[in-house]
C-alpha cells in the first residue's frame, strides 16, 4: 500500500526537519515548503493527502492562506501554532476550513494520534 503523503508548510527550518522526521518514522511520505506560494502549488496536486499548515508564516497571515488552500484543495488541513490552543482558535480553524488545531510544539504520539484520525492508520 503507497504511503500517504503529508504537506508541511512552515518557514521554522528547524522545526519542519523535526516534523518530517517525526512523520517518516510514523510511515507517511512529506513535502516541506516554506512560503505560501509553494503551498498554494502543490495542495491540489495529486497524492497530497494532508496539509499541515503553520498559523504564523513569514510575511503571511496563516488564516488566509488556510482559507487559499481550501479554496484549491478538500483535502484534511490541520494548523499549527505556537500560540496558545484556545476554544476559541478550534473554534475559527473549524470556520475557516481547518480539520484540527495542533499546538507547538508537539510529540510524535500527538502528532500520530492526529495524522491517524484523518488518513487512517500508517505502519512505518
Known amino acids: 500500500m503507497p504511503r500517504k503523503k503529508i504537506l508541511v508548510v512552515d518557514d521554522d527550518f528547524d522545526f519542519s526537519r523535526m516534523l518530517t522526521w517525526m512523520a517518516h518514522n510514523l510511515g507517511y511520505d512529506v513535502i516541506s515548503v516554506a512560503s505560501t506560494r509553494s503551498a498554494l502549488k502543490l495542495i491540489s496536486c495529486p497524492g497530497v493527502d494532508l496539509a499541515l499548515v503553520d498559523l504564523s508564516l513569514d510575511g503571511d497571515n496563516g488564516w488566509d492562506v488556510l482559507t487559499k488552500m481550501r479554496k484549491q484543495s478538500d483535502i484534511p488541513i490541520i494548523i499549527m501554532t505556537g500560540s496558545d490552543v484556545s476554544e476559541h482558535t478550534i473554534s475559527d480553524a473549524r470556520m475557516k476550513g481547518a ?9 510524535a504520539k500527538q502528532l ?13
Do not use: D, N, R
Open 99 to 107: 480539520q484540527g488545531v495542533l499546538g507547538k510544539p508537539f510529540e
Open 112 to 124: 500520530g494520534e492526529t495524522l491517524s484520525k484523518f488518513l487512517g492508520y500508517q505502519q512505518a
